[in-house]
């Protein structure tokens, strides 16, 4: 889950708009590791539907 900004509260949901979370593209570890296509794939979703090795891995990356 991407901090300083959500588009919606803060729920076990990701982002309704994760494209217009620019803001995030300013924290070095989140901004580089940032894969787009991916979450708006999944925009609107439960965190429980995401895949959860593709979570663990962006864990790993983000430190």
């Known amino acids: 889950m991407r901090v300083p900004w959500r588009d919606r509260p803060w729920d076990q949901f990701v982002c ?25 794939i999944n925009a609107g979703i439960g965190i429980d539907s995401v895949d ?11 430190g």
């Open 52 to 62: 959860q090795d593709r979570l663990r891995h962006n864990q790993r990356t983000l």
């Open 16 to 40: 309704d708009d994760p494209l217009g979370n620019s803001s995030c593209t300013l924290l070095a570890a989140i901004g580089k590791n940032r894969d787009d296509p991916f979450e708006e």
